[in-house]
Every structure is written in C-alpha cells, then in structure tokens.
C-alpha cells in the first residue's frame, strides 16, 4: 500500500474507532441523529399529532396570546434549528463525497488533475471547461455513436 494511502487509512480509522477525536465529533454525532430523526416517518407522524394537539389546546384554551407566541416564534425557531442540523450533515456528507471522488480522479492516470479543485471555480472558469470538453467529444457520421450529433440520447450539458 502506498504511504499515502496508508496515512490517510490511519487517519481514517482514528477518527472511526474512538482515537483522538475533533472537537466537533460529538456536535458531528449529534447533528447526523438529528438528521435521521428529523427525516423519518414517525417525526412526520410526530408533527402532525403535535399539530393536531397544538390546535386542541388553542381550541380548549379560546386561542390565549402564549397559544399563538408558540406558533408564530416557537415553530419557525425549531424549524431554523432542523435547517442548521440538516445544512450541516449536508455540508459534511458533500465534503466527504468530493474527498472520494478526487481520490477516484488521482487514482486514473490520464485524467485531468485540475478538475480535482473544480468545485472552487466560478462560473465563467466552469462555462469554459464545459466548452472545452465538449469540444473534445468526438463526432463520427454513423448513427450508433455516442457522440453522434444526430443521436438523440446524446446528453445535452448546458
């Protein structure tokens, strides 16, 4: 195995099997149950049995100044803190995911190193290699090649 590859894998199963831990490990933890939670069918079910109990009270109560505080800044601050919860994971699994693919992009030799950083490039930088690599999509007059312009399942990238 290359020592690289080899550090990386240590590094890897440091932070997996309880070595030395980041700070934010726990907050890490806590935000992908969160997102778990938050996205299964018993949280639905739980919002709308809290709802449907919310909407008791309010009926019960003859709808009292505190019933609507909690509907008009209670749940909106719930729902900020599931955004943040949610945005985080997101954020992470991202970084992750583009870790593997720069990973599968060094491991093929012919490919184009550059595009490893592509996800930090502005819009013009993006349109241009777009450009480029359309360009390079060979064209050939039979109707069966992929890169035919005739071919209609030729993907469009624009």
Same mark, same amino acid.
């Given at each position: ?9 240590? @590094? !890897?199963?440091?932070?997996? %099997? ?7 490990? +726990? =907050? *890490? ?40 505080l ?9 729902a @900020? !803190?599931?955004?943040?919860? %949610? ?7 991202? +970084? =992750? *995911? ?58 469009d990238?624009?």
């Open positions: 195995m290359e020592p690289e590859i080899e550090e990386a894998a240590a @590094l !890897l199963s440091q932070a997996s %099997l309880g070595g030395q831990r980041k700070p934010h490990g +726990r =907050a *890490l933890r806590v935000s992908h149950t969160l997102t778990g939670l938050v996205g299964s069918i018993w949280s639905f079910v739980a919002t709308l049995v809290a709802g449907a109990i919310w909407i008791g009270i309010g009926v019960g109560t003859n709808y009292p100044r505190w019933w609507e909690i509907g008009s800044v209670g749940i909106p601050f719930l @900020l !803190l599931a955004l943040f919860f %949610l945005q985080h994971t997101q954020n992470h699994n991202d +970084r =992750a *995911l583009q870790l593997k693919l720069d990973e599968l992009l060094r491991a093929l030799g012919p490919a184009d190193d550059a595009l490893m950083a592509i996800e930090d490039a502005n819009e013009n930088d993006l349109e241009d290699l777009r450009v480029r690599y359309r360009a390079e999509i060979p064209i050939d007059s039979g109707p069966d090649h992929q890169g035919s312009e005739n071919n209609p399942e030729r993907f990238l624009t």
